[in-house]
Structures are given as structure tokens and as C-alpha cells.
């Protein structure tokens, strides 16, 4: 319910509010826990009812937002009607968006078995790495989910050409911030793994930082895997958006299957890079393709208006 409300907010250009209500929800969370498992001391239900809770509360704000803020997005009686054209169109693009993640998180499995033959130390390791890892990489993805709204607000609005200047726009942002990232892991990443690992584990602090060193190198073709992708979504084009999510997953089982057994431990810090330089070779030619598809889409509907 609140990833529904709060996206149907970001739609209309109200991104900031989802976030305030998403720290309210954060923050109730961690309270509620405190007095589910410590005051009542109700173990893991209580941690549960507190989640529930929490997430119910971004929920309602959320709601009462939109009926107090926002008419356009209010249901009437002629919204309940069957329209069987935009089902087909939602089933389909939420379908392939489904898909794609389904393809995505296959590969990382398939991976994952082949980190799992390598030892308790490789699997250590990997798991601190991949902790730091996505704390880093948040943001990366954040550009890309931005673009997925901006893109389908321009397209929307038949402003194809600011679609382009997003993209220009998210990559500076997404470069300054892999600079930035770049120089604090090859400094730190050692550090930062002690957050997960005891300071006496050496070869697991020592193989978590050079999975941390190789991943945030590559950190440019994540970022714009995520900028290209979400752009594509966003616009609409879902289904070229899934085949990326296939490119990611063949990489991901070559390496499994070949690169591991010959390098081990250096094989799996490349298995995502991998990933990502596939991807990102299949979604520029992508992109490219979408973009000159709805200029030509636009350029007919002013003609027709006309």
C-alpha cells in the first residue's frame, strides 16, 4: 500500500513527501521495537507486529495525502470501470519489469553456488563485502528509479528531448558520486568490512576489501545499467529493459560455471562487473532505439493535433 501511494505521489512530481513518511515509518519502526522486545518482551512477533506496524503508518500518511493534497489522484465511481486496453498494457509492463528482476536475482543465485564450493572464508568474506557493497551502491540505483519517474513524466507530457537531458544530467551526478565512492573504498574498505567481521580475521578482511576495490572500479557501468534501464522502463519499453536482466544473467552463469573453477575468489569479485558491462552493452544500442522511437511517436501526435 505505501509503495503504491508513494508512487503514485513521485508520478505527480511529490517525491519529497514518500521520503518524509518512509523516516517517520523508519523511525517508528525502531521505538516500536524497543517496546515490542524489550518492554513486552515479545521476541521476534514483537519485531514482527513493529514492522507491520511501521509500514502501516507510511501507508495511512501516505493516503491522507492524497485526499487532502492531491484530487487528481482520487478514485471515483467511473475509475472501477473494466478498461480492458490499460490492464493488458499494466499486466504487460508489470509482467516484464517482474521478469527482468526474476532473471536478475536468478543469475546472483547461480553465483552464489559457485561461491559456496570455495570455502567458509570465501563465503565470509563475500557476505561482509556484499554488505558494504550495497550500502555504496544505493545511491547508484536511486539515480536510475529518479529516472524511471522523470522519463515517464516527459514522455507523458510529449517532451521527449528532456528525456535526453536527464540521462546527461544523472550520469554527471552518478560520476561525481563514483569518484567520490571510489576514493573512500580504496582507502577505507578494509575499515568498513570491520563493521561485519572481528579484526583478527585477516585473509576475510583482506578478500572482502578486493571484492570491494574490483566492484566500486566497475561502479560506472553499474550506475549507468541503473540511469539506462530505468530510463527504458520508465518510458514504457519494458520489454527491452527484461532483456538487459538476460544479458545479466548469462554473464553471471559464464562466470559461475567457467571462471570460477579456474580463479576462484578473483573470478567472483569480476562475476558482477561482468554483469554490469553486458548489460550496459546490450542497453545503450536500447536506449538509443527507444529514444529515437518516441521522438518519431511525439512528432506524429503534434502532427495529428495540429
Given at each position: 500500500?505505501?509503495?503504491?501511494?508513494?508512487?503514485?505521489?513521485?508520478?505527480?512530481g511529490?517525491s519529497?513527501t514518500?521520503?518524509i513518511f518512509l523516516v517517520?515509518?523508519?523511525?517508528?519502526?525502531?521505538?516500536l521495537?524497543?517496546l515490542?522486545?524489550g518492554?513486552?518482551?515479545m521476541g521476534?512477533?514483537?519485531?514482527?507486529?513493529?514492522t507491520?506496524?511501521?509500514?502501516?503508518?507510511s501507508?495511512?500518511?501516505c493516503?491522507l495525502r492524497i485526499?487532502?493534497?492531491?484530487p487528481?489522484?482520487h478514485?471515483?465511481?467511473n475509475?472501477?470501470?473494466?478498461?480492458?486496453e490499460r490492464?493488458?498494457?499494466l499486466?504487460?509492463n508489470g509482467?516484464a519489469?517482474?521478469?527482468m528482476?526474476?532473471?536478475?536475482?536468478c543469475g546472483?543465485?547461480?553465483?552464489?553456488?559457485?561461491?559456496n564450493?570455495?570455502?567458509?572464508?570465501?563465503?565470509?568474506a563475500h557476505t561482509?563485502a556484499?554488505?558494504v557493497?550495497?550500502?555504496?551502491?544505493?545511491p547508484?540505483?536511486?539515480?536510475?528509479?529518479?529516472?524511471a519517474?522523470?522519463c515517464?513524466?516527459n514522455?507523458?507530457?510529449?517532451?521527449?528531448?528532456?528525456?535526453?537531458q536527464?540521462?546527461?544530467?544523472a550520469?554527471?551526478l552518478?560520476?561525481?558520486?563514483?569518484?567520490?565512492?571510489?576514493?573512500?573504498?580504496?582507502g577505507?574498505?578494509?575499515r568498513?568490512t570491520?563493521?561485519?567481521?572481528?579484526a583478527?580475521?585477516?585473509?576475510?578482511?583482506?578478500?572482502a576489501?578486493?571484492?570491494?576495490?574490483?566492484?566500486?572500479?566497475?561502479?560506472?557501468?553499474l550506475?549507468?545499467?541503473c540511469?539506462?534501464?530505468?530510463?527504458?522502463?520508465?518510458?514504457g519499453?519494458?520489454n527491452l529493459?527484461?532483456?538487459?536482466?538476460?544479458?545479466?544473467?548469462?554473464?553471471r552463469?559464464?562466470?559461475?560455471?567457467i571462471a570460477?573453477?579456474?580463479?576462484?575468489?578473483?573470478?567472483?569479485?569480476?562475476?558482477?562487473?561482468?554483469?554490469?558491462?553486458?548489460?550496459?552493452?546490450?542497453?545503450?544500442?536500447a536506449f538509443?532505439?527507444m529514444?529515437?522511437?518516441?521522438?518519431?511517436?511525439v512528432a506524429r501526435?503534434?502532427?495529428d493535433?495540429?
Amino acid at each position: 500500500a505505501y509503495n503504491l501511494c508513494a508512487d503514485m505521489l513521485r508520478a505527480i512530481g511529490d517525491s519529497v513527501t514518500p521520503l518524509i513518511f518512509l523516516v517517520i515509518a523508519a523511525v517508528t519502526n525502531i521505538v516500536l521495537d524497543y517496546l515490542f522486545i524489550g518492554g513486552f518482551s515479545m521476541g521476534v512477533s514483537g519485531a514482527a507486529c513493529a514492522t507491520v506496524l511501521s509500514q502501516l503508518v507510511s501507508a495511512v500518511l501516505c493516503f491522507l495525502r492524497i485526499k487532502s493534497g492531491f484530487p487528481i489522484l482520487h478514485i471515483s465511481k467511473n475509475d472501477l470501470e473494466w478498461d480492458r486496453e490499460r490492464m493488458r498494457l499494466l499486466y504487460q509492463n508489470g509482467l516484464a519489469m517482474a521478469l527482468m528482476s526474476s532473471l536478475v536475482n536468478c543469475g546472483t543465485l547461480i553465483l552464489q553456488t559457485g561461491i559456496n564450493k570455495l570455502g567458509t572464508n570465501i563465503i565470509v568474506a563475500h557476505t561482509a563485502a556484499r554488505k558494504v557493497f550495497e550500502i555504496f551502491s544505493l545511491p547508484v540505483s536511486v539515480f536510475g528509479a529518479s529516472m524511471a519517474t522523470y522519463c515517464g513524466q516527459n514522455y507523458g507530457a510529449g517532451k521527449p528531448e528532456r528525456i535526453w537531458q536527464g540521462v546527461k544530467s544523472a550520469t554527471l551526478l552518478m560520476v561525481i558520486y563514483v569518484v567520490i565512492v571510489n576514493g573512500i573504498l580504496w582507502g577505507f574498505a578494509e575499515r568498513f568490512t570491520l563493521l561485519f567481521v572481528d579484526a583478527s580475521e585477516h585473509e576475510i578482511i583482506e578478500k572482502a576489501a578486493l571484492f570491494l576495490h574490483v566492484s566500486v572500479s566497475f561502479f560506472p557501468f553499474l550506475g549507468m545499467l541503473c540511469i539506462l534501464r530505468y530510463s527504458i522502463q520508465g518510458a514504457g519499453y519494458t520489454n527491452l529493459a527484461m532483456f538487459s536482466g538476460v544479458a545479466e544473467m548469462i554473464a553471471r552463469i559464464l562466470v559461475s560455471v567457467i571462471a570460477v573453477p579456474l580463479w576462484g575468489f578473483w573470478a567472483i569479485c569480476f562475476g558482477d562487473p561482468t554483469a554490469w558491462v553486458f548489460a550496459v552493452i546490450f542497453l545503450v544500442p536500447a536506449f538509443a532505439y527507444m529514444y529515437r522511437r518516441l521522438k518519431v511517436i511525439v512528432a506524429r501526435e503534434r502532427a495529428d493535433k495540429m
